[in-house]
C-alpha cells in the first residue's frame, strides 16, 4: 500500500486515472483505501433536473453514484445515500452560490462544487472543488493552449471549541496540466500535482481564496520559472516567443 501510494505521488496528473486502475487490478483488497487517498483529476456530470454541471470527487461519492450539490439527488440513482441535514444543506446551497461567483471571477469559467457532510466526531467538513479546462474547445478563452486542465480540491474541518470559537483545518490540492503547439516551440507538455496544507462559509472563502493564491504563486515562481529557464537555455534564440507562450500563472 505505501509503495502504491509512493508511485502515485510521482504520477503526472495526466495519468493518474490509468495508474490507479492499473492499481486497482493488482490490489483489490486496497480498493477503498486507494480510492479516498489519492487525488485523481477530476470529472463533471450534466444534472439534468438543475441544469448545471457538477463535478465528481470522492466526497460526493456512495458506492458507483455522485450527489448534486444543486438537486441534492444522486446520479445514477441511489436509494440509501447520506445526504446533509436541513441546516447544513441550507449552508451548502448558499456556499454553491457564494463559489460559483468566485469561480467565474478567478478563473473566467469552468465548473465548481461544494459538498458539506458531518464526520465521525459531529463536526462540520466541506470540500470545496473548481474544474478548469482551458483547451481551445473548451473553457479556455485566452487561446494559448492546445490542451490544458486546472483541477483544485479544497478540504475544511471545522471543530467547534468550548468557548465559542471555531478551528478550521485547511487542506488543499491543485492538479495542473497543460500542452502548447506552435510553430515556434514546437509541442511542449507539463504535468503536476501540488499539494499543500494550512492550518462558516465567510471563513471558508477567505481561507480558500488566500490558499489558492499561495498555490498560483508557488506554481508561477517554482513550476513555471523553472521551466522557461530550461527551455530557454535550450533554445535560446526563441526566448522572447516563448515567454509569450506561457504568461504568468496568474
Not at 505521488?9 to 495526466?14: V, Y
Not at 456530470?45 to 465528481?56: N, R, T
Not at 474544474?131 to 486546472?150: F, I, M, N, P, V
Request: a negative charge; aromatic letters at 8%.
Amino acid at each position: 500500500m505505501e509503495a502504491a501510494l509512493d508511485l502515485m505521488r510521482r504520477m503526472p496528473p495526466r495519468q493518474a486515472e490509468a495508474a490507479l486502475s492499473a492499481l486497482l487490478s493488482l490490489l483489490p483488497h486496497h480498493a477503498d483505501n486507494l480510492l479516498s487517498q489519492i487525488d485523481q483529476p477530476l470529472q463533471a456530470l450534466f444534472d439534468a433536473e438543475s441544469g448545471k454541471e457538477f463535478v465528481l470527487c470522492e466526497y460526493n461519492r456512495d458506492a458507483d453514484s455522485y450527489r448534486s450539490p444543486w438537486s441534492n439527488k444522486y446520479h445514477p440513482p441511489l436509494e440509501d445515500g447520506p445526504l446533509p441535514s436541513d441546516d447544513l444543506r441550507k449552508l451548502e446551497i448558499e456556499a454553491n452560490d457564494i463559489f460559483s461567483v468566485y469561480r467565474d471571477q478567478y478563473y473566467e469559467g469552468g465548473v465548481s462544487s461544494v459538498y458539506m457532510w458531518k464526520d465521525d466526531s459531529d463536526c462540520i467538513a466541506a470540500c470545496f472543488v473548481i474544474k478548469k479546462d482551458g483547451s481551445k474547445s473548451a473553457h479556455g478563452r485566452r487561446g494559448y493552449l492546445q490542451e490544458g486542465a486546472w483541477d483544485a480540491i479544497h478540504v475544511i474541518e471545522v471543530r467547534s471549541e468550548v468557548d465559542g470559537t471555531a478551528h478550521y483545518c485547511l487542506t488543499s490540492t491543485v492538479m495542473l496540466s497543460m500542452t502548447t503547439e506552435s510553430k515556434s516551440s514546437g509541442t511542449f507538455t507539463m504535468s503536476l500535482d501540488l499539494p499543500l496544507e494550512d492550518g462558516h462559509v465567510c471563513n471558508m472563502g477567505k481561507m480558500i481564496e488566500e490558499m489558492e493564491g499561495k498555490l498560483r504563486n508557488s506554481l508561477d515562481q517554482v513550476y513555471f520559472g523553472k521551466t522557461r529557464e530550461m527551455i530557454c537555455t535550450l533554445r535560446p534564440p526563441r526566448m522572447a516567443c516563448l515567454l509569450d507562450l506561457y504568461p504568468s500563472a496568474d
